[in-house]
Nanobody
Framework: QLQLVESGGGLVQAGGSLTLSCVSSSYTFEQFEVGWFRQAPGKEREGVSCINADGDTTNYVEHAKGRFTVSRVNIKNTVYLQMNNLQPEDTGVYYC???????????????????WGHGTQVTVSS
């Protein structure tokens, strides 16, 4: 069982930045792709970004391109999501997740991911 814990959320003004972290205590974490998803109130969970196990291939959905950067430091069992120029529409709970099988980063769909953290709240004020 892979346990994931997100942190780094908070309240920020529009145009501000946050860096989210996803940490696992499992020594196998470095073998997993990791995706970031978000869920706004009243909306379905949607993909944001994904990174492969080696950290050399990333994927972003349209709304994240040019503003968000995903990275990982496997020796720290941590995946990061750097978010810049945040806007009120970025408000939501952000989750990291990992799939049983590789190849889940594209297309990025929540249904392909099996291990989930509890999420961290991001609120962007206008």
């Amino acid at each position: 069982q892979l346990q994931l814990v997100e942190s780094g959320g908070g309240l920020v003004q529009a145009g501000g930045s946050l860096t989210l972290s996803c940490v696992s205590s499992s020594y196998t974490f470095e073998q997993f792709e990791v995706g970031w998803f978000r869920q706004a109130p009243g909306k379905e969970r949607e993909g944001v970004s994904c990174i492969n196990a080696d950290g050399d291939t990333t994927n972003y959905v349209e709304h994240a391109k040019g503003r968000f950067t995903v990275s990982r430091v496997n020796i720290k069992n941590t995946v990061y999501l750097q978010m810049n120029n945040l806007q009120p529409e970025d408000t939501g709970v952000y989750y990291c997740a990992a799939p049983f099988f590789r190849g889940a980063c594209q297309p990025l769909s929540a249904s392909d991911f099996n291990y989930w953290g509890h999420g961290t709240q991001v609120t962007v004020s206008s």
